[in-house]
């Protein structure tokens, strides 16, 4: 596609509601990324993929929280038992290469609320 | 402790004067900085990157600064446009490690230029 797709756009769950969030990345693109956003803050990395692999999943929050890229090109990342704390945008991005420095390419996020 | 900063949550001017933005960081090492663009309710969207051993990149109206023995960027915009309103984040790139082209952001400056 043009460019990064997240779905759903908004997400309401009610605490301790498992979420599932969909990215599809550009078509090619090798490294893919998740980010949390909370509100005015800038994005906190969560995971990253190369292909289908996982290569860093520092930032996952907690083992709630849950990523697969199976086939090396859209990417879930589940929620598990959410938390009212959980709310927040979760953005993905992607980029051609698997070198630092590419540009890279954010969706425009699921903002996910938990109520 | 590692930390990002970007000086200033919120920045006015009038239209037509240069808007300069600052990143300060601690701790880090980066191997490159990247300034991002982000509208409300949508994701970042790149602008420029400089690396560790540049000093100064341009575009267009904008131009970036990296002073690594200062641990400092700033970020221009010249002749500024109402339609440059917006929150700006800067984000360090770290080279090695498992996670090619994984940053980490400040909290964005929120940046209003008044006609």
């Known amino acids: 596609g043009a460019g990064v797709s997240q779905s759903p756009r908004y997400k309401v769950a009610k605490r301790g509601q498992d979420v599932a969030l969909r990215c599809d990345p550009i078509s090619g693109h090798v490294s893919l990324f998740w980010y949390q956003q909370a509100l005015g803050q800038g994005p906190e990395f969560l995971t990253y993929?190369?292909?289908?692999?996982?290569?860093?999943k520092s930032g996952l929050p907690s083992d709630r929280f849950f990523a697969e890229r199976p086939e090396g090109s859209v990417s879930t990342l589940k929620i598990q038992r959410t938390q009212q704390e959980d709310s927040a945008v979760y953005l993905c991005?992607?980029?051609?290469?698997?070198?630092?420095?590419?540009?890279?390419?954010f969706g425009e996020g699921s903002w996910l609320t938990v109520v | 402790s590692q930390k990002i900063e970007q000086n200033s949550e919120a920045l006015n001017i009038q239209e037509g004067k240069t808007a300069t933005l600052t990143c300060n960081y601690t701790?880090?090492?980066?191997?490159?900085l990247q300034w991002y663009r982000q509208d409300p309710g949508r994701g970042p969207v790149f602008l420029l990157l400089?690396?560790?051993?540049?000093k100064e990149k341009r575009k267009e109206r904008l131009k970036v600064t990296f002073d690594t023995t200062l641990k400092q960027s700033l970020f221009h915009i010249t002749a500024s446009q109402p339609a440059d309103s917006a929150t700006y984040l800067c984000?360090?790139?770290?080279?090695?490690?498992?996670?090619?082209?994984?940053?980490?952001f400040g909290q964005g400056t929120i940046l209003t230029v008044h006609p």
């Open positions: 984000a360090l790139g770290l080279a090695g490690g498992t996670s090619y082209g994984k940053l980490t």
């Open positions: 991005a992607s980029s051609r290469d698997r070198g630092f420095g590419n540009t890279i390419y």
């Open positions: 993929f190369q292909n289908e692999a996982q290569l860093d």
């Open positions: 701790n880090y090492s980066p191997a490159y």
């Open positions: 400089i690396r560790e051993n540049e």
